[in-house]
C-alpha cells in the first residue's frame, strides 16, 4: 500500500484506528474454545465486526507462536482472510525484528514475500544493517521502534548525549538516511521544505516518509512535540490508546499532521470489552466510539 | 541449566563453541532436498557430526519463521532431538525478542515452557519491564544484546551520554539491576568482592550472572575490555567468529574469566563449510579445529 492509498482510506472512513489482534485463548469467550482454530474464528469475528471503522490491523506474533503451528496457522489465515475481504486495510505485524543483515533479510523475506503483510515493526538497536534489509521491498513498510509506550522506555531511548540529543530522537534522525529508493541508494541528504531529510540523486527525491514510520506510544503526550521536530511528516504508529492509558486528543493536538500522520492502535480495550457472545458487536461499538473521537480529530 | 553446569561442561569437553544453526534450504546441499523435512534432517546431520566438540547450539528464527508451518515444526524437531540425545548441550534460541511486558510474557511462555529451550536472546531497546518477563524462568537464560557484531553496532551502542558512559555500557550496567530471585525482587544494590553489581535482601545474594547473559560480537576486539569493566563475572555468547572475521585469540585474551565466561559461536564457517554430501563430516572436521583452538585458550 502506497502512503496516498493509506491517506485516501484515513479520508473516506474517517478513521486512524488500528485494531491489535493480541489473541489470548485464555481471555476470548468460552464458546470459541470449540472451533477447530478458536483464535482465527475470534479474529474472524473481531475484523467482521470492526472494519467499518478501521483503516489497519495489528497482529503481535507473541500471541500467535505460543501456540505453536496452530499460531503460526491462525495468523497466516487471519492475514489471507484481511486481504480477501477488506482489501483496504493495512497489515502490521507486530514482531520487532531485527538482527544481523543476512538474517533480517530473512525475515523480511517471510513477512514481505511469503505471508505479504504491508508493515513490519523493526527494533533499532543493531543499526543501520540490520535495518535496510527491511527497506528493499516496494510498498512494504518498515515501523521503527522510537519512543515506546512502556515504563522502560525511560531506561535507555531519553538518553541524551553530549550534545543533548536524546536517544529516540537520534533513531528517528539516523534512521531518515537509510532509505534507499532503487537506484538512489547513495544520494545526497538534504532537506525538503518542510524540514524533512530527504534523499537526493540526480534529481529524484526518496523520502523515507514514504517506505518508514515510527512506534510512538500514546503515553509519551508532549513529547510527540519533539517527535514532530526531528520527524515531521512520516506516519506514526501510536500504541498504548486504551488500556495502556494514552490520551487520544493530546495524542493528535501535538502528533497530527496535516496528511494525518497517525495509526493509533487498541487491542484489549476492543478485542476484550466483552467475553459473551456478544463480544464482537461490543467491540464494534468500541471500534465505532474511538473512530467517532477520531473523526472530530480529522 | 545452572551456571555451574555450563562451567563443568566447558571444563570436561574443552570447549566453548556453540553451533549457530542458521538453516536454508538454498545453502543445503541438494540431496538433502528429497527429505520429508530437510531442514531437520540437515541439522540432525550437524548436531550428530559436531557434539563432541560444542556445548551450545543456537538456531535462529529467522531461518525458520520463513518456512511457515513447516520452519517452525522443523525447530521443534531440533530442539527435541538435542534434548533427547544430547542433554549436555545447551540450547539458544536466537529470537532477539522483546515487546511491553504482557507481550514479552507471552514471548517467555512459549520459548521457556511450550519450547523449552535453555537460552533466549532479548533485544533491550524497550527496557527493563520489556525484559524482567524473561526473568521469572529457574534455570531459564536471558541473553541481552550489548555490543552486537555488525556494522551497524556503531549507529547507537557506542553513543556516549553526558558522562561518557556508552550506550551498551548502560544496557550492561542497567540490566544487572533487574534480576529478580524470587523474594529478593526489592532488595540493596551491592557490589560484591569481584566488583560485579548483586542484589542483597535479608542477606540473600542474588547474581544476575546466574540468569543473564550478553551479546558481544566477536567483531568488537578490545572492547571486550570495557565489557568485563561493567560485567566481570557474566557469560558471553559471542558471534562473529569465522564468516564475520572475528578473532578467538582476541575474545580469549581481553573476554576471558577463571570460569571461562564465553559462549562462542560459529555458524555459516562450520555448517556450510561443505556443501556435498560430505557436509557433515567436514563440519565436524571445522568444528574439531575450533575446539582444539579453545581447549589452548581454556
Not at 33 to 62: C, G, H, M, Q, V
Request: net charge negative; proline share 4%; with cysteine.
Amino acid at each position: 500500500m502506497t502512503r496516498q492509498q493509506l491517506i485516501d482510506n484515513i479520508r473516506r472512513k474517517q478513521s486512524f484506528l488500528c485494531v491489535g489482534l493480541d489473541t489470548d485463548l485464555r481471555k476470548v469467550p468460552a464458546h470459541l474454545l470449540n472451533e477447530d482454530d478458536p483464535i482465527f474464528a475470534f479474529n474472524r469475528a473481531i475484523i467482521d465486526a470492526t472494519a467499518p471503522y478501521t483503516i489497519a490491523y495489528k497482529p503481535n506474533l507473541a500471541f500467535y507462536e505460543c501456540y505453536g503451528l496452530k499460531g503460526w496457522q491462525a495468523f497466516e489465515r487471519t492475514v489471507s482472510y484481511i486481504r480477501e475481504n477488506y482489501p483496504d486495510q493495512f497489515i502490521i505485524a507486530d514482531a520487532k525484528r531485527g538482527d544481523i543483515g543476512n538474517t533480517s533479510a530473512m525475515y523480511a523475506r517471510c513477512f514481505f514475500e511469503d505471508i505479504d503483510v504491508d508493515a513490519l515493526t523493526v527494533a533499532p538497536y543493531m543499526g543501520e544493517d540490520s535495518v535496510t534489509p527491511f527497506l528493499q521491498y516496494p510498498g512494504k513498510w518498515v515501523i521503527l521502534l522510537a519512543l515506546t509506550s512502556n515504563k522502560g522506555s525511560h531506561d535507555f531511548q531519553l538518553t541524551e548525549d553530549a550534545q543533548g540529543e536524546r536517544l529516540f530522537e537520534k533513531v528517528l534522525r539516523k534512521s531518515q538516511q537509510w532509505v534507499e529508493g532503487g537506484q538512489s541508494s547513495n544520494g545526497e541528504i538534504v532537506k525538503s521544505s518542510n524540514g524533512e531529510i530527504v534523499k537526493s540523486s540526480n534529481g529524484e527525491i526518496v523520502k523515507s516518509s514514504n517506505k518508514m514510520m515510527y512506534v510512538v506510544g500514546a503515553t509519551q503526550g508532549e513529547l510527540f512535540r519533539d517527535i514532530r521536530k526531528v520527524a515531521p511528516n512520516h506516519f506514526l504508529l501510536v500504541p498504548g490508546v486504551g488500556a495502556q492509558g494514552g490520551s487520544l486528543e493530546d495524542v493528535c493536538r501535538w502528533g497530527m499532521t496535516p496528511d494525518c500522520g497517525l495509526i493509533v492502535n487498541s487491542s484489549r480495550g476492543i478485542i476484550y470489552a466483552d467475553s459473551t457472545e456478544r463480544f464482537a458487536e461490543v467491540a464494534a461499538a468500541k471500534a465505532r466510539e474511538l473512530q467517532q473521537q477520531m473523526a472530530l480529530q480529522l
